[in-house]
């Protein structure tokens, strides 16, 4: 039985890892010249770049086990620090109450108390419905918190009101279940194992990035006979006449590649994937997937002249007046990543294809990240120079009020097809950690190999916190 498995980001590498463990016979294509996805890295001068702050951790001891494996345990652990900046301070996220405390004004502090006494008070005659992220985050914080915090960097990040955001963005990206939470947490910090609690250990490679994984996975599945065709898109998928696909049609150096297959994994973006279908997916498909949104990034890379601008992972920036809504420094996640006495801050601008963001040259891209460091005081004029650019159409699946029915009609077409498996963040169109996609490619590598359902796309799809 032959396997083909679209896309080579850690849920179709971890797929067919599986696969070739057990034996099969299994291959990949991939339309880019790198394995990894969007958890690549590259090399820039002595600097180790990713997409932004890439990090793994879970609670699965086996796939902590399996992580180690294929980084032949060449791996550090680092204590998780995010904090979000504005006014001239650093506020923990997710939030603390004593850091809350000592930074924030005494009379936000009583706004925000009062807010959120008088919102439960509400509730008790009259529930707020979870319709929308707003109104989640307002139910279980208050409005002040909410527009401080929640709101402001939210409706920044997604280029959209809050209003017309899932709730399910909230309900995974927020480790606490309301202001109250906050206070216990503070008080009686969680056990390991508390379903909201936050991880705070992480895992990353000792050497070359967050893309030591992909290029470790690489190296193991080549060693077991496995080919890996990059810079080969995918164009067409055959279909016959009993819903089976048979034959996927990739295109290299402008020649047409074909590979037969009995199962095929898709992790390419599902939209994407299902236009290829050959025959070809009906009007409501087609409606569906000209609703299903996705918010780009473009990231810039800054080399700044000293050791260190913060010692954060990663620094959310909500303020309005600013274009970079995040930055991180990979220094801190392996030494490895930053060697010297110089540093590298990743500055990320989230945007839509083909605007003005988007189409920012590393030039001016540069002036205005920094521009907006300058501004916040995290860096001097004149010590910072750009040394990169970096863009990702696909960033993150856009949670809108309708994501979910037109979701659903993406994955009933998908089903037709009986050998066809779609998984991983982006050929699911689900927000999940890096944890999430190996756990998924796994399982579906487990249900081919056992030939029953290994529940892959149960993986990630609750109301837990993904943070």
Known sequence: MHTVVLGTGLAGLSAAYEIAKAGGHVTLVEKENFVGGMACSWKVGEYWLDHGPHRFHSRDKQLVEHFYEVLDSEVVIRERLSRIYMQGKFFHYPLKTQNLLRNMPKRILLKAGWDYAWIRFVQLFKKIPDDNFENWIIKRFGRTLYEIFFGSY???????????????????????????????????????????????????????GIGQIGRKYAEKLEAMGVEIHLSTPVTRIEIDDDGMARRVIGTRDGQEVAFECDEIVNTIPLPRVLEAFDPGIDAEVHTAIAALAYSSIVFIYLEVDKT????????????????????????????????????????????????????????????????????????????????????????????????????????????????????????????????????????????????????????????????
Not at 448 to 453: N, P, R, T
Request: proline share 4%.
């Open 154 to 208: 939210t409706a920044k990040a997604w280029k959209m009101p809050c209003t017309e955001i899932s709730a399910d963005w909230a309900s995974q990206r927020i480790s606490q279940a309301n202001l109250w939470d906050t206070v216990k947490k503070t008080l009686n910090p969680p056990k390991d194992g508390e379903v909201r609690s936050l991880v705070s250990e992480f895992w990353y490679p000792a050497t070359g």
């Open 308 to 467: 260190s601008v913060s010692p954060d992972h990663w620094v959310y920036l909500p303020e309005g007046h600013l274009t970079i809504h995040r930055i991180s420094e990979f220094k801190n996640f392996s030494d490895d990543s930053a060697p010297g006495k110089k540093t590298v801050v990743c500055c990320e601008m989230t945007c839509r294809l083909g605007d003005e963001i988007w189409n920012l040259d590393l030039e001016s891209g540069s002036e205005i990240a920094i521009k907006d460091l300058i501004t916040v005081g995290l860096i001097e004029a004149g010590t910072a120079r750009g040394i990169d650019i970096q863009k990702l159409r696909y960033a993150y699946p856009i949670y809108d009020l309708t994501y979910k029915e037109n979701l659903a009609t993406l994955k009933r077409a998908a089903k037709k097809v009986k050998n066809f498996h779609t998984t991983g963040r982006q050929g699911l169109y689900r927000y999940n950690n890096m944890d999430h996609s190996i756990a998924m490619g796994r399982r579906i590598g487990k249900t081919i190999v056992k030939g029953s359902d290994a529940r892959a796309d149960e993986v990630a799809a609750g109301q837990e916190y993904f943070g």
